[in-house]
């Protein structure tokens, strides 16, 4: 099971663009809780990650993770829409998805406290000449001392894909 969490030191530091990139080198699945931007970026069908969604059981649950997987589909979180979002139960949802394939996480700067047990690899983005940008990685590694830290530009996302999904087995 592999889920990265990509988590921005402060907004604007390239968060969402190093999740694109790491979601599409690894044939990710994509889950966007900062707001919407990774789920029009990838221009993929998006459901949100409602109660309808993450409370479906047996076969129905079965045929939702089908769907989500065969059509690439992102899913978007919100705490307006998440009824339980303390319970873990959306995180559950998300954990069924990770034990079929790898899934991207763009948690934005302030990423829900629920998801933590189900991160495997965490990354901050940060930009190395902004203080109030390290600032936030320390913070940030407070939380994820595990974390690897990155450029929030392109390359360097494609650098980090690299590394995060060796060895990993990755379906099409």
Request: proline fraction near 3%.
């Amino acid at each position: 099971m592999s889920v990265i969490l990509i988590v921005g030191a402060k907004g604007g530091v390239g968060t969402t663009t190093v999740a694109q990139e790491v979601i599409r080198a690894g044939k990710a699945l994509a889950v966007d809780t900062a707001g919407g931007s990774l789920a029009a970026d990838l221009e993929r069908a998006t459901w949100h990650l409602t109660r309808d969604l993450y409370a479906a059981t047996g076969m129905w649950r079965a045929t939702l993770i089908e769907k989500v997987l065969q059509k690439r589909i992102t899913l978007l979180w919100s705490a307006e829409h998440a009824a339980s979002a303390d319970t873990g139960a959306p995180w559950e949802f998300v954990r069924d998805l990770a034990r079929r394939g790898p899934v991207v996480i763009d948690g934005g700067i302030e990423p829900p406290a629920a998801m933590d047990a189900l991160i495997t690899q965490v990354v901050i983005v940060t930009q190395a000449d902004n203080s109030l940008a390290q600032w936030h990685v320390a913070r940030l590694q407070q939380r994820f001392p595990a974390a690897l830290v990155s450029a929030g530009t392109r390359q360097a996302a494609r650098e980090l894909a690299g590394q995060l999904f060796k060895g990993v087995q990755i379906s099409s």
